[in-house]
Protein backbone atom coordinates (compact mmCIF):
# COMPACT_ATOMS: atom_id res chain seq x y z
CA UNK A 1 0.00 0.00 0.00
CA UNK A 2 2.46 2.58 0.40
CA UNK A 3 4.65 1.83 -2.46
CA UNK A 4 0.94 2.54 -4.40
CA UNK A 5 0.49 5.33 -2.66
CA UNK A 6 4.03 6.82 -3.70
CA UNK A 7 2.94 6.17 -7.21
CA UNK A 8 0.09 8.85 -7.09
CA UNK A 9 3.08 11.74 -7.33
CA UNK A 10 4.64 10.16 -10.27
CA UNK A 11 3.54 9.86 -13.81
CA UNK A 12 2.06 6.07 -13.07
CA UNK A 13 -1.46 5.89 -14.69
CA UNK A 14 -2.60 2.31 -15.11
CA UNK A 15 -5.70 1.72 -13.26
CA UNK A 16 -4.91 -1.90 -13.28
CA UNK A 17 -2.15 -2.39 -11.87
CA UNK A 18 -2.56 0.11 -8.98
CA UNK A 19 -5.63 -0.19 -7.00
CA UNK A 20 -5.12 3.25 -5.42
CA UNK A 21 -5.14 5.32 -9.05
CA UNK A 22 -7.81 2.18 -10.26
CA UNK A 23 -10.39 2.53 -6.79
CA UNK A 24 -13.94 4.01 -7.91
CA UNK A 25 -14.97 4.97 -4.64
CA UNK A 26 -11.89 7.12 -4.70
CA UNK A 27 -12.34 8.28 -8.31
CA UNK A 28 -15.98 9.07 -7.71
CA UNK A 29 -14.73 11.69 -5.48
CA UNK A 30 -12.23 12.72 -7.89
CA UNK A 31 -8.73 11.24 -7.27
CA UNK A 32 -8.50 10.93 -10.99
CA UNK A 33 -9.44 14.26 -11.95
CA UNK A 34 -7.73 16.11 -9.06
CA UNK A 35 -4.21 14.00 -10.19
CA UNK A 36 -5.07 15.59 -14.42
CA UNK A 37 -5.98 18.81 -13.14
CA UNK A 38 -2.62 19.44 -10.78
CA UNK A 39 -0.74 18.27 -13.56
CA UNK A 40 -2.14 20.15 -16.31
CA UNK A 41 -1.76 23.38 -14.02
CA UNK A 42 1.95 22.63 -13.17
CA UNK A 43 2.66 21.84 -17.04
CA UNK A 44 1.23 25.69 -17.81
CA UNK A 45 3.40 27.04 -15.03
CA UNK A 46 6.63 25.14 -16.48
CA UNK A 47 5.69 26.49 -20.25
CA UNK A 48 5.66 29.88 -19.20
CA UNK A 49 8.88 29.91 -17.70
CA UNK A 50 10.10 28.53 -20.73
CA UNK A 51 8.23 30.68 -23.30
CA UNK A 52 11.52 32.51 -23.80
CA UNK A 53 12.72 29.50 -25.92
CA UNK A 54 10.56 30.01 -28.99
CA UNK A 55 8.66 32.43 -31.15
CA UNK A 56 5.08 34.10 -30.26
CA UNK A 57 4.29 32.61 -33.42
CA UNK A 58 5.29 28.91 -32.56
CA UNK A 59 3.89 29.54 -28.89
CA UNK A 60 0.33 30.66 -30.10
CA UNK A 61 0.12 27.70 -32.68
CA UNK A 62 0.61 25.36 -30.06
CA UNK A 63 -1.33 27.32 -27.25
CA UNK A 64 -4.70 27.20 -29.66
CA UNK A 65 -3.96 23.57 -31.05
CA UNK A 66 -1.93 21.32 -28.65
CA UNK A 67 1.04 20.82 -31.79
CA UNK A 68 3.20 23.11 -33.85
CA UNK A 69 3.21 21.95 -38.00
CA UNK A 70 6.06 23.54 -39.64
CA UNK A 71 6.66 22.39 -43.60
CA UNK A 72 9.81 22.95 -45.07
CA UNK A 73 11.52 22.84 -41.39
CA UNK A 74 15.34 22.53 -43.19
CA UNK A 75 16.45 24.16 -46.26
CA UNK A 76 15.51 21.83 -49.06
CA UNK A 77 19.52 20.84 -49.93
CA UNK A 78 20.07 20.60 -46.54
CA UNK A 79 17.11 17.93 -45.87
CA UNK A 80 18.11 15.82 -49.05
CA UNK A 81 21.79 15.49 -47.75
CA UNK A 82 20.47 14.78 -44.07
CA UNK A 83 17.84 12.16 -45.73
CA UNK A 84 20.40 10.65 -47.96
CA UNK A 85 23.24 10.14 -45.05
CA UNK A 86 20.24 8.75 -42.74
CA UNK A 87 18.33 6.27 -45.33
CA UNK A 88 22.21 4.91 -46.44
CA UNK A 89 23.28 4.22 -42.79
CA UNK A 90 22.79 0.24 -41.11
CA UNK A 91 22.27 0.26 -37.48
CA UNK A 92 20.84 -1.60 -34.86
CA UNK A 93 17.02 -2.02 -35.17
CA UNK A 94 14.26 -3.11 -32.90
CA UNK A 95 10.73 -3.62 -34.37
CA UNK A 96 7.44 -3.84 -32.27
CA UNK A 97 4.68 -5.31 -33.53
CA UNK A 98 0.93 -4.46 -33.03
CA UNK A 99 -1.70 -5.71 -34.67
CA UNK A 100 -0.74 -5.44 -38.41
CA UNK A 101 1.91 -2.92 -38.08
CA UNK A 102 5.29 -3.11 -37.32
CA UNK A 103 7.03 -0.43 -35.51
CA UNK A 104 10.99 -0.25 -36.16
CA UNK A 105 12.96 2.31 -33.85
CA UNK A 106 16.90 2.74 -34.71
CA UNK A 107 18.37 4.56 -31.95
CA UNK A 108 19.79 8.14 -32.66
CA UNK A 109 22.60 7.79 -29.94
CA UNK A 110 26.46 9.24 -29.99
CA UNK A 111 27.61 7.03 -32.70
CA UNK A 112 24.74 7.67 -35.36
CA UNK A 113 25.50 11.47 -34.02
CA UNK A 114 29.12 11.16 -34.97
CA UNK A 115 28.35 9.46 -38.33
CA UNK A 116 26.09 12.41 -39.35
CA UNK A 117 27.14 15.70 -38.16
CA UNK A 118 24.10 17.24 -39.72
CA UNK A 119 21.86 15.46 -37.96
CA UNK A 120 23.35 16.44 -34.67
CA UNK A 121 23.25 19.97 -35.52
CA UNK A 122 19.36 19.71 -36.54
CA UNK A 123 18.49 18.41 -32.83
CA UNK A 124 20.24 21.14 -31.75
CA UNK A 125 19.39 24.23 -33.41
CA UNK A 126 17.39 27.17 -31.51
CA UNK A 127 14.17 26.36 -32.88
CA UNK A 128 13.53 22.59 -32.59
CA UNK A 129 14.99 22.72 -29.17
CA UNK A 130 12.46 25.28 -27.96
CA UNK A 131 9.82 23.65 -29.45
CA UNK A 132 10.93 20.35 -28.15
CA UNK A 133 11.24 22.23 -24.56
CA UNK A 134 8.39 24.03 -24.59
CA UNK A 135 5.86 21.37 -25.62
CA UNK A 136 6.88 19.07 -23.07
CA UNK A 137 7.07 21.42 -20.39
CA UNK A 138 10.32 20.73 -18.90
CA UNK A 139 13.90 22.11 -20.29
CA UNK A 140 15.15 18.42 -21.15
CA UNK A 141 16.29 16.56 -23.70
CA UNK A 142 14.24 14.00 -25.56
CA UNK A 143 14.23 10.93 -26.37
CA UNK A 144 15.72 10.61 -30.58
CA UNK A 145 14.92 7.98 -32.61
CA UNK A 146 14.44 7.02 -36.45
CA UNK A 147 10.98 5.42 -36.81
CA UNK A 148 9.94 3.44 -39.55
CA UNK A 149 6.27 2.70 -39.83
CA UNK A 150 5.13 -0.47 -42.13
CA UNK A 151 1.03 -0.89 -42.31
CA UNK A 152 -0.41 -3.90 -43.27
CA UNK A 153 3.06 -5.66 -42.78
CA UNK A 154 1.40 -8.51 -40.63
CA UNK A 155 -1.59 -10.65 -41.30
CA UNK A 156 -3.09 -10.18 -38.07
CA UNK A 157 -6.19 -8.14 -36.26
CA UNK A 158 -6.07 -4.08 -37.08
CA UNK A 159 -3.23 -1.41 -35.22
CA UNK A 160 -4.64 -0.22 -32.24
CA UNK A 161 -2.68 2.72 -32.66
CA UNK A 162 -5.35 3.96 -35.30
CA UNK A 163 -7.81 4.22 -32.32
CA UNK A 164 -8.18 7.84 -31.31
CA UNK A 165 -6.30 8.47 -27.59
CA UNK A 166 -4.45 10.37 -24.90
CA UNK A 167 -1.09 8.91 -23.58
CA UNK A 168 -1.85 9.42 -20.57
CA UNK A 169 -3.31 12.12 -18.09
CA UNK A 170 -0.70 14.35 -17.52
CA UNK A 171 1.19 17.19 -20.38
CA UNK A 172 3.74 15.05 -23.08
CA UNK A 173 5.69 15.92 -25.31
CA UNK A 174 6.07 13.58 -29.16
CA UNK A 175 7.39 14.80 -32.22
CA UNK A 176 7.73 14.07 -36.05
CA UNK A 177 10.33 15.08 -38.42
CA UNK A 178 9.28 13.18 -41.62
CA UNK A 179 11.84 11.95 -43.68
CA UNK A 180 9.24 10.56 -46.55
CA UNK A 181 5.93 12.07 -48.01
CA UNK A 182 2.73 10.80 -45.91
CA UNK A 183 -0.40 10.31 -47.92
CA UNK A 184 -3.82 10.84 -46.54
CA UNK A 185 -4.34 7.08 -46.97
CA UNK A 186 -1.06 5.66 -45.91
CA UNK A 187 -1.18 5.95 -42.02
CA UNK A 188 -0.90 9.60 -41.19
CA UNK A 189 -0.33 10.69 -37.58
CA UNK A 190 -3.87 12.53 -36.84
CA UNK A 191 -4.74 14.93 -34.01
CA UNK A 192 -7.93 16.21 -32.52
CA UNK A 193 -7.28 20.34 -32.23
CA UNK A 194 -7.78 21.74 -28.99
CA UNK A 195 -7.50 18.39 -26.71
CA UNK A 196 -4.36 19.16 -24.91
CA UNK A 197 -6.37 21.89 -23.22
CA UNK A 198 -7.80 20.54 -19.57
CA UNK A 199 -11.38 21.61 -19.63
CA UNK A 200 -14.34 21.09 -17.56
CA UNK A 201 -15.58 19.24 -20.63
CA UNK A 202 -12.51 17.05 -20.67
CA UNK A 203 -12.29 16.76 -17.01
CA UNK A 204 -16.40 15.22 -16.99
CA UNK A 205 -15.34 12.73 -19.38
CA UNK A 206 -11.83 11.62 -17.71
CA UNK A 207 -14.13 11.11 -14.27
CA UNK A 208 -17.18 9.11 -15.95
CA UNK A 209 -14.09 6.75 -17.48
CA UNK A 210 -12.22 6.75 -14.45
CA UNK A 211 -15.55 5.75 -12.26
CA UNK A 212 -16.07 2.74 -15.29
CA UNK A 213 -12.01 1.55 -14.88
CA UNK A 214 -10.10 -1.11 -14.33
CA UNK A 215 -12.89 -3.38 -15.94
CA UNK A 216 -15.47 -1.68 -17.93
CA UNK A 217 -13.27 -0.20 -20.65
CA UNK A 218 -11.14 -1.82 -23.16
CA UNK A 219 -7.23 -2.68 -22.04
CA UNK A 220 -5.53 0.38 -23.32
CA UNK A 221 -7.67 2.55 -21.46
CA UNK A 222 -7.54 0.61 -18.41
CA UNK A 223 -3.72 0.88 -18.63
CA UNK A 224 -4.18 4.54 -18.87
CA UNK A 225 -3.95 5.49 -22.06
CA UNK A 226 -7.63 6.81 -22.38
CA UNK A 227 -9.46 5.86 -25.85
CA UNK A 228 -12.28 7.98 -27.30
CA UNK A 229 -14.67 6.97 -30.46
CA UNK A 230 -15.06 10.38 -32.50
CA UNK A 231 -18.87 10.78 -32.28
CA UNK A 232 -17.78 11.06 -28.09
CA UNK A 233 -15.63 14.27 -29.52
CA UNK A 234 -18.67 17.69 -29.90
CA UNK A 235 -20.08 16.38 -26.28
CA UNK A 236 -16.58 17.54 -24.89
CA UNK A 237 -16.13 20.85 -27.45
CA UNK A 238 -13.97 19.12 -29.68
CA UNK A 239 -13.42 19.30 -33.64
CA UNK A 240 -12.76 16.09 -35.74
CA UNK A 241 -9.23 15.31 -35.73
CA UNK A 242 -6.99 16.97 -38.08
CA UNK A 243 -5.11 14.67 -40.50
CA UNK A 244 -1.37 15.07 -41.17
CA UNK A 245 -1.41 14.26 -45.11
CA UNK A 246 2.31 16.21 -45.15
CA UNK A 247 5.23 16.51 -47.62
CA UNK A 248 8.77 15.21 -46.14
CA UNK A 249 10.81 17.91 -44.13
CA UNK A 250 7.37 18.67 -42.33
CA UNK A 251 7.96 19.11 -38.34
CA UNK A 252 4.69 18.36 -36.10
CA UNK A 253 5.65 18.52 -32.17
CA UNK A 254 2.50 17.86 -30.17
CA UNK A 255 1.30 17.36 -26.43
CA UNK A 256 0.12 13.87 -27.03
CA UNK A 257 -2.02 14.22 -23.98
CA UNK A 258 -4.21 15.44 -26.46
CA UNK A 259 -6.56 13.34 -28.60
CA UNK A 260 -4.49 11.57 -31.64
CA UNK A 261 -3.60 8.37 -33.59
CA UNK A 262 -2.46 7.15 -36.34
CA UNK A 263 -4.72 6.99 -39.10
CA UNK A 264 -5.46 3.87 -40.80
CA UNK A 265 -3.69 2.79 -44.51
CA UNK A 266 -5.40 1.73 -47.36
CA UNK A 267 -2.96 -0.63 -48.56
CA UNK A 268 0.84 -1.72 -47.55
CA UNK A 269 2.87 1.21 -46.56
CA UNK A 270 6.04 2.43 -45.26
CA UNK A 271 6.37 5.80 -43.01
CA UNK A 272 9.63 7.51 -41.81
CA UNK A 273 10.25 10.14 -39.11
CA UNK A 274 12.84 11.83 -36.78
CA UNK A 275 10.67 10.46 -33.84
CA UNK A 276 10.93 12.47 -30.36
CA UNK A 277 9.47 11.87 -26.83
CA UNK A 278 9.96 13.55 -23.58
CA UNK A 279 8.01 12.21 -20.64
CA UNK A 280 8.73 12.93 -16.75
CA UNK A 281 7.05 13.07 -13.86
CA UNK A 282 3.88 15.81 -14.13
CA UNK A 283 3.97 16.66 -10.47
CA UNK A 284 7.97 18.33 -10.66
CA UNK A 285 7.21 22.12 -10.17
CA UNK A 286 10.66 22.81 -11.76
CA UNK A 287 11.99 22.75 -15.73
CA UNK A 288 15.24 21.45 -15.74
CA UNK A 289 17.26 19.24 -13.15
CA UNK A 290 17.79 16.22 -15.15
CA UNK A 291 21.37 14.61 -15.20
CA UNK A 292 20.38 11.98 -17.75
CA UNK A 293 20.03 15.18 -20.40
CA UNK A 294 23.59 16.08 -20.32
CA UNK A 295 25.39 15.89 -23.81
CA UNK A 296 27.30 12.93 -22.95
CA UNK A 297 24.96 10.87 -21.03
CA UNK A 298 21.64 11.81 -23.41
CA UNK A 299 22.73 9.74 -26.54
CA UNK A 300 23.08 6.35 -24.46
CA UNK A 301 20.36 6.37 -22.84
CA UNK A 302 18.38 4.35 -25.17
CA UNK A 303 20.76 1.29 -25.42
CA UNK A 304 21.12 1.19 -22.06
CA UNK A 305 17.37 0.94 -21.69
CA UNK A 306 17.30 -1.82 -24.25
CA UNK A 307 19.93 -3.72 -22.84
CA UNK A 308 18.46 -3.36 -19.16
CA UNK A 309 14.90 -4.89 -20.86
CA UNK A 310 17.08 -7.68 -22.61
CA UNK A 311 18.69 -8.69 -19.32
CA UNK A 312 15.61 -8.79 -17.12
CA UNK A 313 12.99 -9.10 -19.19
CA UNK A 314 11.26 -11.96 -17.51
CA UNK A 315 10.58 -9.42 -14.53
CA UNK A 316 9.93 -5.71 -16.82
CA UNK A 317 9.34 -7.50 -20.19
CA UNK A 318 10.91 -6.33 -23.77
CA UNK A 319 8.47 -5.32 -26.34
CA UNK A 320 11.07 -4.59 -28.63
CA UNK A 321 12.59 -7.31 -30.63
CA UNK A 322 16.41 -7.56 -31.52
CA UNK A 323 16.22 -7.34 -35.37
CA UNK A 324 19.81 -6.91 -36.47
CA UNK A 325 21.22 -4.00 -38.34
CA UNK A 326 19.08 -2.19 -41.09
CA UNK A 327 18.46 0.89 -42.85
CA UNK A 328 15.78 2.63 -41.80
CA UNK A 329 13.96 2.42 -45.42
CA UNK A 330 14.32 -1.48 -45.74
CA UNK A 331 10.64 -3.00 -46.41
CA UNK A 332 11.47 -6.50 -45.38
CA UNK A 333 10.97 -7.45 -41.49
CA UNK A 334 11.31 -10.47 -39.48
CA UNK A 335 7.82 -11.01 -38.71
CA UNK A 336 5.62 -12.01 -41.52
Given at each position: ????????????????????????????????????????????????????????EDRAQFDAQGYVQIP???????????????????????????????????????????????????????????????????????????????AHHVDASPDPQTALH???????????????????????????????????????????????????????????????????????????????????????????????????????????????????????????????????????????????????????????????????????????
Open positions: MPWWALQLLTSAKSFRDNPIIGSRRLNAMGLHVARARIAHMLARSRRKRLAYLLSADFLPRAAFAKLRAAIFSRLSPAREMVQGDTITRRIAIDQTMLRDIPALGQLLQSDRWRGLMRYVASFDVEPLYYIQTILADTFHPTMKAWFFLTDVAGDEGPLTYVAGSHRWTRERGNWEKQRSLLAPDGIDLLSARGSMRIETQELPAIGLPPATVFAVSANTLVVADTCGFHARGPSAHPSLRIEIWAYSRRSPFLPWTGGDPLSLPWLAPRRIGWMWAMHDRWKKYIGQAWQDVGVKRPDSADDTHS
